[in-house]
């Protein structure tokens, strides 16, 4: 049985999401422009996941921010890029 701490354990599943649609999109538009609100969120989404779309919001925001993908600001509505330190 192989096992792995909870911090490699969200690195390996944060590794494998940003492979996988509509993740990738959403990341790189976020890396590119260092944000994203969650109108353009529900743009994307839409395209993947039609009426869908608000469940599919509410999920990717969640693991998006517990596997460190993105932070999500409440208070401006925005998803923001986590900048991260590569050793």
């Given at each position: 049985m192989a096992r792995a701490d909870s911090r490699s354990l969200k690195r390996l599943l944060r590794e494998l999401a940003i492979k996988l649609e509509p993740?990738?999109?959403i990341y790189r538009e976020i890396s590119e422009k260092g944000s994203m609100s969650r109108e353009e969120l529900?743009?994307?989404l839409d395209g993947f996941y039609g009426s869908?779309?608000?469940k599919a919001v509410e999920c990717i925001i969640?693991?998006?921010t517990y596997l460190g993908i993105f932070r999500w600001s409440p208070s401006t509505w925005m998803l923001?890029?986590?900048?991260r330190h590569t050793r």
């Open positions: 993740i990738l999109t529900e743009k994307i869908e779309k608000e969640s693991w998006g923001v890029h986590v900048k």
